[in-house]
């Protein structure tokens, strides 16, 4: 069963804590989404299934900052029409030579195979060693 953690960080005024915070809550097992909450972006709301929460909570206050576990619940899905709305619609947004990476386009070049005549100059001066 899924479960929604909401686990509220002290002192995350800072960009670069809170990507460290986000790196180290999507890195745990067990974790299928993660994101910011509130007025302040102080808060991650973590969903997942089999989540060791007590380890997250130790992690996050080891490398970030002070974490509190605010709520522990069962997940329930919202706005199912929204998400199946967004995945109709990406597949028509994208170039087929286009590849999508942490939400960055990125061009694929296809590899082309050139043959070139074997042909390999034969000096009788030559040195190979310079």
Do not use: W
Not at 53 to 61: E, N, S
Not at 88 to 93: D, E, K, L, M, V
């Amino acid at each position: 069963m899924k479960q929604k953690v909401v686990i509220k960080l002290r002192c995350m005024n800072n960009h670069k804590l809170r990507s460290k915070a986000l790196k180290i809550t999507v890195s745990f097992s067990g974790v299928e989404g993660a994101r910011f909450k509130g007025e302040k972006k102080d808060e991650i709301e973590v969903i997942g299934e089999g989540l060791d929460i007590v380890k997250l909570i130790k992690m996050l206050r080891k490398c970030v900052a002070q974490a509190e576990l605010l709520s522990v619940g069962p997940f329930k899905e919202e706005n199912t029409n929204r998400t199946q709305d967004t995945k109709r619609s990406i597949p028509q947004q994208l170039d087929h030579r286009t590849i999508c990476y942490n939400s960055q386009s990125v061009p694929y070049y296809p590899i082309q195979h050139c043959t070139t005549a074997s042909y390999q100059y034969q000096d009788p001066y030559y040195c190979s060693i310079m």
